[in-house]
């Protein structure tokens, strides 16, 4: 009973949002509500500005900060929250999409003046592709921006989800005075207070009631009531079964900064965000109320000393009960471990756990064990599925600049691609090393760490690729011809699977017409349907 009731309890979640339009500052509200922190400000902004592009160890440290707060829980309403905390940096997109395999649900935050930005689509996708339930919070709503209608049809149709609003602003920056809430029939009017939590809620059943107009003035309650009829004649009711399947997205509207429109969204989340959610093996699909315990690594973060080596792995539990000293079966390397400081994180602070629940994130220390998408279990033979590789869209040859240190830069580049910097693709003849990243920051990661941590001598030279698709083909005579007349762009990435490193868009085009008994697929997410 109390195993179900912890399970139940949890909400494991991510906040995704392209840079600047206010994750970090919402982030920190809500830990100010859960009382995790005690004043504004504590939350250290863990964005890499973009001075330092190139000074590495301004990336590091900036990096750094996201360890400490790589996992934030904290108690709220009777729930046991935990939000994982995804970079921002659009560089850093890779590591925000394995963190999204473990979460349960997302919260999404637009910028109300800029609407749908570029990097807001692709987290999308990512969401869709896994139909993980979404909440959108339109953030700065005290400053000018597009007219409320037309951001829920920019978010229909730019995202491809439907939307229902649930919160609805009343007038917008200068004249922004609060929000109504629809889903709880209340209104909560505006005051801009940076550091307190405001409570004044107005609770108005009826909006027809004449109090809405003594409170917010004749004109603007004309306004809100017709709108709010529009919403209900354009938007079907809320079904929480919609919106758990990734079909409807909740929308609220505030301002994270002023602390306004948050508390609405919390409490609604922490009612209908589901409770953690199973997770699909190779052999079967797992679902949290297995009393035996099973888990998997999304996420390797590297000491920043070089002098210690040690790693954390993040490992979030999908069923079963996690105790310290206890040993678990480490299934690619079919070894049992256990582990005497398995950490969990609290806002800032980190402390050792003696034990923990499905939805619950722990950190392990690693000598060098782990690689992302590692299954710990309690000795059953299985793999967790869907950590998916992405094609990369900046690639570079590794090249060896010191044949005695060989044996460095392999070890060091290997590791490295474990902790999941990179992508390696080997080519054919030479083992040729190809390296692709979503963006020019972590060439600059893996050069430094290879020179300072391994010793390497090495350097990076462009290569002009556009995409690398993973190939599966029906027909093996079909893909012998394929891989013969293009053998100068075949290559295999870490696990031995077949790439095709495309030069354009027109090259990988006309490879798929002409051979159309092969699939060219953007992400390795094929081979969870093909497992
Ligand atoms: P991010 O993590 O998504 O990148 O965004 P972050 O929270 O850092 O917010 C980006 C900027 O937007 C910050 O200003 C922040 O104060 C501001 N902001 C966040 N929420 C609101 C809001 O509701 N209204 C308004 N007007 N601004 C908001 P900054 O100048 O970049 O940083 P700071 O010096 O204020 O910290």
């Not at 504590?42 to 996201?66: C, H, L, P, W, Y």
């Not at 893996?446 to 002009?464: K, T, V, W």
Request: glycine residues 6%; aromatic residues 10%; negative net charge.
């Amino acid at each position: 009973m109390k195993y179900t009731e912890a399970i139940e309890k949890r909400r494991t979640f991510g906040i995704i949002s392209h840079p600047d339009a206010g994750k970090t500052t919402l982030t920190e509200k809500l830990l100010l509500f859960g009382g995790a922190i005690q004043t504004a400000g504590a939350v250290k902004n863990n964005k890499i500005k973009k001075t330092a592009t190139s000074d590495f160890m301004e990336i590091e440290k900036q990096r750094g900060i996201s360890v400490a707060t790589s996992v934030m829980a904290f108690a709220y309403n009777n729930r046991q929250i935990n939000i994982l905390d995804t970079p921002g940096h659009k560089d850093f997109a890779e590591d925000t999409f394995r963190t999204l395999t473990a979460v349960d649900s997302v919260i999404l935050v637009i910028d109300c003046a800029n609407g749908v930005e570029e990097q807001t689509k692709k987290l999308m996708e990512v969401c869709r592709m896994r139909k993980t339930p979404v909440i959108i919070f339109i953030n700065k709503m005290d400053r000018d921006g597009k007219e409320s209608f037309e951001l829920l049809d920019e978010l229909e149709k730019a995202l491809d989800i439907k939307v229902r609003p649930l919160t609805w602003p009343i007038g917008m920056g200068d004249r922004f005075q609060g929000v109504y809430n629809i889903y709880q029939k209340g209104l909560n009017l505006f005051s801009a207070n940076k550091t307190k939590i405001a409570d004044d809620v107005v609770r108005i059943s009826d909006i027809y009631d004449n109090q809405l107009d003594e409170i917010i003035g004749i004109n603007p309650s004309l306004e809100l009531r017709e709108e709010l009829e529009m919403i209900e004649g354009v938007y079907n009711p809320f079904d929480r079964e919609d919106y758990l399947r990734g079909d409807v997205a909740p929308v609220f509207f505030g301002s994270a900064v002023n602390n306004f429109g948050v508390k609405e969204l919390l409490d609604t989340f922490c009612e209908i965000s589901p409770s953690p959610r199973g997770r699909d093996t190779d052999t079967k699909r797992v679902e949290p109320e297995d009393p035996k315990f099973s888990g998997f690594v999304f996420k390797i973060h590297a000491n920043l000393d070089p002098k210690h080596r040690d790693r954390i792995a993040f490992l979030r539990i999908v069923s079963g009960k996690f105790e310290r000293n206890k040993f678990y079966h480490h299934v690619r390397l079919s070894k049992d471990m256990k582990f005497p400081n398995p950490t969990s994180f609290m806002a800032q602070d980190k402390s050792v756990i003696d034990e923990a629940f499905p939805g619950d994130v722990v950190g392990l220390y690693d000598t060098g064990n782990f690689k992302i998408g590692d299954t710990m279990t309690e000795g059953e033979k299985m793999m967790y599925k869907g950590i998916p590789s992405f094609s990369p869209e900046i690639f570079m040859e590794l090249e060896n600049l010191d044949p005695l240190k060989s044996k460095q830069l392999e070890k060091g580049i290997r590791q490295l691609i474990d902790e999941g910097v990179a992508q390696l693709f080997i080519q054919q003849p030479g083992n040729r090393k190809i390296v692709g990243t979503v963006g020019q920051l972590q060439f600059e990661v893996i050069n430094y760490r290879l020179i300072h941590e391994y010793g390497a001598n090495c350097r990076f030279s462009p290569r002009n690729y556009f995409k690398a698709c993973w190939i599966t083909a029906n027909d093996d005579e079909k893909l012998f011809q394929f891989k013969r007349a293009k053998s100068n762009y075949i290559a295999e990435d870490k696990d031995g699977n077949l790439v095709f490193l495309a030069e354009t868009t027109f090259l990988l085009q006309m490879a798929e017409k002409d051979y159309p008994d092969l699939t060219f697929h953007r992400t390795s997410d094929f081979m969870l349907e093909s497992k």
